[in-house]
T-cell receptor
Framework: AQSVTQLGSHVSVSEGALVLLRCNYSSSVPPYLFWYVQYPNQGLQLLLKYTSAATLVKGINGFEAEFKKSETSFHLTKPSAHMSDAAEYFCAVSDHNFGNEKLTFGTGTRLTIIP | GAVVSQHPSWVICKSGTSVKIECRSLDFQATTMFWYRQFPKQSLMLMATSNEGSKATYEQGVEKDKFLINHASLTLSTLTVTSAHPEDSSFYIC??????????????FGPGTRLTVT
């Protein structure tokens, strides 16, 4: 079974500071990994995804993540936080057997931006 | 592109009644749709996977007779919560996959439906 662990249910950073949200995965096969963002009372929006191509993945809104197989990690970063980044962030891993691409989500990290 | 809508966005119903939630793909064909449930300040839990024209596959622990899923067309899936009880109150989110696109394994999420059972 595949799983992801998000360290830190709450992260607070100052506006303009580095954002680092941690995600570690467990998978018996090469994983597909995703980061989603959720604003209050809304669905999920894909930030970026890793599907076995480049290990450094760039996404929307200035976010990027690096797949590190040796550390089984896929941490999300942004060099300079903006107030609009305040949201809930979910890391997810895909069971990518063709025809059954279920996503397993982490428990989420709530990002707060301090003015 | 790749927009998924849900209707209604929120609903309040009385205990014992049934409520139907619609999930539509607006600009693509959704060969597979997923239904998730999210409790306050918690993660998303997959309830079931539905493929167009076939029966839904439910996750372990999800009552198929209580949460009826119908994926009758390539753009519409419905989730019916039957004989709803207060413990069914939750945020329900659907997502859809478009196998014809090149974005393999990407799911497009709807905005969610908040169900409150009184």
């Amino acid at each position: 079974a595949q799983s992801v662990t998000q360290l830190g249910s709450h992260v607070s950073v100052s506006e303009g500071a580095l954002v680092l949200l941690r995600c570690n995965y467990s998978s018996s096969v090469p994983p597909y990994l995703f980061w989603y963002v959720q604003y209050p009372n809304q669905g999920l929006q894909l930030l970026l995804k890793y599907t076995s191509a480049a290990t450094l993945v760039k996404g929307i809104n200035g976010f990027e993540a690096e797949f590190k197989k040796s550390e089984t990690s896929f941490h999300l970063t942004k060099p300079s936080a903006h107030m609009s980044d305040a949201a809930e962030y979910f890391c997810a891993v895909s069971d990518h057997n063709f025809g059954n691409e279920k996503l397993t989500f982490g428990t989420g990290t709530r990002l707060t931006i301090i003015p | 592109g790749a927009v998924v809508s849900q209707h209604p966005s929120w609903v309040i119903c009385k205990s014992g009644t049934s409520v139907k939630i619609e999930c539509r793909s607006l600009d693509f064909q959704a060969t597979t749709m997923f239904w998730y449930r999210q409790f306050p300040k918690q993660s998303l839990m997959l309830m079931a996977t539905s493929n167009e024209g076939s029966k839904a596959t439910y996750e372990q622990g999800v009552e198929k007779d209580k949460f009826l899923i119908n994926h009758a067309s390539l753009t519409l899936s419905t989730l019916t919560v039957t004989s709803a009880h207060p413990e069914d109150s939750s945020f329900y989110i659907c997502s859809a996959r478009d196998k014809l696109r090149d974005r393999v394994y990407e799911q497009y999420f709807g905005p969610g439906t908040r169900l409150t059972v009184t």
